[in-house]
């Protein structure tokens, strides 16, 4: 018997206006709750499970390169992406010079995104849009693939695939 194939659809990714809608959202409230604001930004900005995030050390931080190093789970491979410099600097600002960066449990993250969630869009469509967006941006699925820590490739083409038979299907009926 085949296992059924991840489909992706727009309910499980941030459409570009629910993104900036986000990214408003966040700004606005960076100043008063920066922890949390900085926790959503960067699982946007990395693609980084919540639990990826959760694990997250100051340790991982790299002054040198501004780069955050992701212990893979689920058979994920470990990984290291770079940050925007201002976004790095606002985490070693905000952040704990040694230990969790975020010292949250799951249910509190949950109750963060619930609070900050733009639509009513699981967290894990920020991973979701973190990959369409680089990908859209890059081409690259092989880099895709790496900035996610997918061991095997398969599970990265979803997004190749949900974005060419997308932008195919406009050509066709639109």
Known sequence: MSQKRYTLTTNKY???PEVERLEVIIESFMHKDPRNCLLLTLA??????????LNLKA???NDYEES???????GSNDRELPLRSYLYKLVRTHLPASGPLFTISYQRLYQVW???RPVQKKFHSLRHTFAIRLYQKTKDIRLVQVALGHRNITNTMVYAEYLYSQKELRKLIL
């Open 14 to 16: 941030l459409l570009d």
């Open 44 to 53: 946007l900005q990395t693609g980084a499970r919540a639990q990826e995030i």
């Open 114 to 116: 619930q609070l900050y």
């Open 59 to 61: 340790e991982d931080l």
């Open 68 to 74: 955050l190093f992701i212990r893979g789970l689920k």
